[in-house]
T-cell receptor
Framework: QQQVKQSPQSLIVQKGGISIINCAYENTAFDYFPWYQQFPGKGPALLIAIRPDVSEKKEGRFTISFNKSAKQFSLHIMDSQPGDSATYFCAASPRTGTASKLTFGTGTRLQVTL | GAVVSQHPSWVICKSGTSVKIECRSLDFQATTMFWYRQFPKQSLMLMATSNEGSKATYEQGVEKDKFLINHASLTLSTLTVTSAHPEDSSFYIC????????????FGPGTRLLVL
């Protein structure tokens, strides 16, 4: 019940295209859904996050779509750029509580080609 | 913004020795710190959660006697890998949470450990 399933495992997108990464969760106690971007040899950096009271959140070229009934959420990267080439992790957790902890997806390696 | 640092950024040690990794929240007090382990091309696996002044809570399957965590202050947590072996070679990442909300959790840059 703690799993977060992420797909695809890897993704190749042409420059200017749309990158789409999907995640699904099972635990209904999760109410915080962040996406992290990680470059090789670096720690993950928060990209964008959503709470289940909204169905979509957009920040620049990055958009999270959230489907509460299906327990799914996705990251869309518009106008993908070579600099976006990185590994992306979705995560989920209860939003509050000293004992709450993030459960990470398995990651998606994105390569944006010229 | 909130900054979390780790020291060292990379370390090479001989099998059987112990290695200490520091995690510091530079501009905020962290009520909770987390330690993760990441193998190449894999996801982050939570090892333990620590709160200042109390014992760390380890995830199932993590040897608490091998991975010693000390959260001595609101800005510093240390992870000591005792009697390190080659299979302990990994990328260790800490994160620090400023309050009770997950939005206030910030990750460090990671420490690469290579045990020869």
């Amino acid at each position: 019940q703690q799993q977060v399933k992420q797909s695809p495992q890897s993704l190749i997108v042409q420059k200017g295209g749309i990158s789409i990464i999907n995640c699904a969760y099972e635990n209904t106690a999760f109410d915080y859904f962040p996406w992290y971007q990680q470059f090789p040899g670096k720690g993950p950096a928060l990209l964008i996050a959503i709470r289940p009271d909204v169905s979509e959140k957009k920040e620049g070229r990055f958009t999270i779509s959230f489907n509460k009934s299906a327990k799914q959420f996705s990251l869309h990267i518009m106008d993908s750029q070579p600099g976006d080439s990185a590994t992306y992790f979705c995560a989920a957790s209860p939003r509050t509580g000293t004992a709450s902890k993030l459960t990470f997806g398995t990651g998606t390696r994105l390569q944006v080609t010229l | 913004g909130a900054v979390v640092s780790q020291h060292p950024s990379w370390v090479i040690c001989k099998s059987g020795t112990s290695v200490k990794i520091e995690c510091r929240s530079l501009d905020f007090q962290a009520t909770t710190m987390f330690w993760y382990r990441q193998f190449p091309k894999q996801s982050l696996m939570l090892m333990a959660t620590s709160n200042e002044g109390s014992k760390a809570t380890y995830e199932q399957g993590v040897e608490k006697d091998k991975f010693l965590i000390n959260h001595a202050s609101l800005t510093l947590s240390t992870l000591t890998v005792t009697s390190a072996h080659p299979e302990d070679s990994s990328f260790y990442i800490c994160s620090a949470r400023r309050g009770r909300l997950q939005e206030t959790q910030y990750f460090g840059p990671g420490t690469r450990l290579l045990v020869l």
